[in-house]
């Protein structure tokens, strides 16, 4: 079944381990704790497409322009996943069992009609006509706070790392073998429904002044 998301507004950016610490003890005493999970996430483009020097940057940066689909899975279980479509401000998702990704990882591709589900046919057309391919994955630690009395959250994405071995992709112990020895990055989201109050830019600029911008835009609500 495919399910739409609320739409909220965000801003993404990049921080330092030292911003991470103080934000993370901030964050422990005013916002609740939602959610600590690990994150294993496959992204397709198309083969047209130039592979960058740093694809990890660029992935991790880049406002796509067309529809954009990636596969996730959580807490090292594959046994199943979401396929999720982004294009602008619209974000839908999908579930997928183990045994259909690792047919997808195989080549096999007609079980994506037999679903009769629309985004998984978009998928299918992406695949087949616009020759989209596994390009990078990314595997990293989430925690998703929510500040006490306010519509916004928090989300914290550590040790952020890629590997561009797509076989792997459901083999977490793999991946972290494929991934070893590389600096995870860290990335901070600011996700709101209307404004940032002024107490939260402060709280910012108290714990997190080497915070790097990378973009703002809209993201599908809270799961």
Not at 52 to 71: C, Y
Request: net charge negative.
């Amino acid at each position: 079944m495919t399910t739409n998301q609320l739409r909220l507004r965000q801003l993404h950016y990049q921080i330092t381990p030292d911003d991470y610490s103080a934000l993370r003890t901030c964050l422990s005493v005013h916002a609740e704790e939602l959610e600590v999970r690990s994150v294993h996430t496959m992204f397709f483009t198309s083969y047209r497409d130039r592979i960058p020097k740093d694809p990890m940057g660029e992935i991790l940066s880049l406002e796509p322009t067309g529809p954009r689909f990636s596969l996730h899975y959580y807490d090292d279980d594959p046994t199943y996943l979401m396929l999720e479509r982004r294009l602008d401000e619209q974000s839908s998702s999908t579930m997928v069992a183990e045994a259909e990704c690792r047919a997808l990882l195989a080549g096999e591709t007609d079980w994506l009609l037999y679903r009769h589900d629309p985004l998984l046919q978009e998928f299918h057309e992406g695949l087949t006509e616009q020759m989209l391919l596994p390009q990078m994955l990314l595997t990293y630690q989430r925690e998703v706070y929510m500040a006490e009395g306010l519509d916004l959250w928090v989300t914290l994405d550590t040790d952020i790392r890629a590997s561009l071995q797509h076989m792997d992709f459901l083999d977490p112990w793999q991946l972290e073998r494929d991934t070893m020895g590389q600096n995870g990055k860290i990335l901070m989201e600011i996700s709101y429904s209307n404004h940032i109050p002024d107490n939260v830019f402060c709280m910012l600029e108290e714990t997190a002044p080497r915070r790097r911008l990378l973009r703002s835009g809209h993201s599908k609500g809270r799961r």
